[in-house]
């Protein structure tokens, strides 16, 4: 049997990157220029969102909202949720699923090394898309294997900026806020 391509072998390595004080405009330019459809806002050297097409779209053109004035972290989505490059696609796809994310940035050893898109995994592995069709009319039936993600940004505990978030009861919480 064929072995599973991981993330490692699927994902992209050129990732676009910007902080959250950055305007709209500035990101929307850049992401054109490199033909990207999404930007990763880093703060203090962490991980903390991601910005899509989607979002400058929803958020701020459908919104008429003045692009040079919002900035990134007004409309982008956070926690970032990111994945291991040791997990298969297959794995990858049921994590995107069951978030409802179309990309996962990918982190090895708490650094941002790439990037996996739902678009780059269907074409890889066109059979993903028909399991993933599946997939989506099994509610809750996708459990996510806590190793195979991180959660990144702020804690909704103590406000502080943490790689290792957990979502209990709603609420994104570092490991202090966890155990207090
Ligand atoms: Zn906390």
Redesign the pocket.
């Known amino acids: 049997m064929k072995r599973d391509l991981l993330v490692k072998e699927a994902m992209r390595t050129k990732i676009l990157t910007c902080s959250p004080s950055d305007t709209v405009k500035k990101v929307a330019k850049s992401m054109r220029k490199n033909k990207v459809g999404s930007s990763i806002v880093i703060s203090k050297r962490k991980p903390i969102g991601i910005i899509t097409e989607s979002d400058i779209l929803g958020k701020v053109v459908a919104e008429g909202r003045d692009a040079n004035k919002v900035k990134v972290e007004e409309v982008m989505s956070t926690p970032l949720i990111t994945i291991d490059p040791y997990v298969t696609i297959e794995d990858a796809m049921k994590i995107m699923s069951k978030h409802n994310i179309r990309r996962l940035p990918v982190v090895e050893k708490g650094k941002l090394t790439g990037i996996v898109t739902e678009k780059d995994l269907f074409r890889i592995s066109p059979a993903l898309l028909e399991i993933s069709k599946e997939w989506s009319l099994i509610e809750g039936a996708l459990p996510t294997v806590s190793s195979q993600i991180s959660i990144f940004g702020k804690?909704?505990?103590?406000?502080?900026l943490?790689a290792d978030l957990v979502e209990i009861d709603g609420k994104f919480?570092?490991?202090?806020?966890?155990e207090?």
Do not use: I, V
């Open positions: 804690c909704e505990g103590c406000g502080k943490s919480l570092c490991e202090d806020c966890r207090g």
